[in-house]
């Protein structure tokens, strides 16, 4: 099939790219860099042998977009392209809005235009808000508490109406819980543009010595050890679930939400060990105040992808943490070396 991966050349693009170039599927990348780096797409190649055309652009140039794709002509659009940092959607959140709500009605025109029907969507666990019941389903009520996760909630209900007006249409939400780790050569990983949003990277760029300590946020949840709990998930593990939801994209029709997480939840601490453990490195943390929207604990159900997309987790949090810390011992400045 012929692929057309916006925003490819980011973090989850990237490990994507390289899955589906393996399974011998026809690429287009389009990337405006502002979240990446053209690097990342040079090391995919290096390691698949594969070369595959790219466009840079705008997520919100509908222009560019349609000639992209009419030009590419693809089968599946799987879409990345995004804002996705939690608190610089509050202090921003009109780019938020234009960003990643207007460029993903940018990108569905320019798809109609180019007579392509099926998208795989970059989604979020975001937009269950504050979990009612654990784990969470994909039945769980929906709901944001920020505008990041308020644009993903958007673009979903935006995906199911232009499926119901479409009666060849299909789209596939996927909902990540939290990736981490990198490809296991160490040549592709997450790569941040200044201080780190996630915890992994923060986690590894102490243990690395580019930063400090590691602040802790909230040390009083109704957790085992007190702070937060979450989902952590292999990027490689969530690149083989867009290759699966690829396949299902193309073979049906309609929208469906499917969680993408490994339905065991670790917390802040439990990521740390298994950091020290895998680096052979102290990381130094501190405890502060909980951040407000932070939740004690959100983890996944996962069933919907192993009966829809034959997919299941592989990788545990000591694979996540050794492959990130490749990555980041053979890279310590990213892709800036």
Not at 3 to 32: M, Q, R
Not at 44 to 58: A, C, H, I, P, Y
Not at 162 to 167: K, M
Request: some cysteine; hydrophobic content about 40%.
């Amino acid at each position: 099939m012929r692929i057309f991966l916006t925003g490819g050349a980011g973090y989850i693009g990237s490990h994507t790219l390289l899955e589906v170039l393996s399974a011998a599927h026809e690429v287009c990348v389009y990337d405006d860099y502002s979240n990446s780096a053209p690097a990342a797409l040079a090391r995919v190649e290096q390691l698949t042998n594969r070369k595959f055309k790219t466009v840079t652009g705008d997520i919100r140039d509908q222009v560019s977009l349609a000639t992209a794709l009419t030009e590419f002509k693809p089968d599946v659009v799987v879409h990345f392209a995004g804002k996705k940092a939690v608190g610089e959607s509050v202090e921003k959140p009109l780019m938020y809005y234009e960003n990643n709500v207007s460029g993903t009605l940018s990108l569905l025109r320019a798809m109609e235009a180019a007579g392509c029907n099926r998208i795989v969507f970059s989604s979020s666990a975001t937009v269950y808000g504050e979990p009612q019941y654990l784990p969470l389903d994909e039945n769980h009520p929906l709901s944001a508490t920020n505008p990041y996760g308020q644009t993903k909630l958007m673009v979903e209900h935006i995906l199911r109406d232009w499926c119901t007006a479409r009666d060849q249409a299909s789209a596939v939400l996927l909902r990540y819980f939290n990736p981490v780790g990198a490809h296991d050569s160490g040549m592709i990983g997450e790569d941040p543009n200044d201080i780190p949003n996630n915890l992994m990277p923060f986690v590894s760029q102490v243990a690395v010595g580019r930063r400090e300590t590691l602040q802790v946020f909230g040390s009083d949840y109704d957790t085992p050890d007190g702070t937060g709990v979450r989902d952590y998930i292999h990027v490689v593990d969530l690149a083989k679930a867009h290759a699966a939801a690829i396949v299902y994209a193309a073979a049906h029709k309609g929208c469906e939400a499917i969680n993408v997480g490994t339905g065991q939840g670790s917390s802040v601490l439990d990521v740390v060990r298994a950091f020290e453990k895998a680096s052979g490195r102290s990381i130094p943390y501190t405890m502060a105040p909980r951040r407000p929207g932070d939740v004690a604990a959100l983890y996944a159900q996962p069933d919907k992808a192993r009966t829809l997309l034959g997919w299941d987790a592989e990788r545990d949090l000591a694979d996540m943490c050794v492959s990130a810390w490749k990555w980041q011992s053979q890279n310590p400045d990213g892709y800036g070396d």
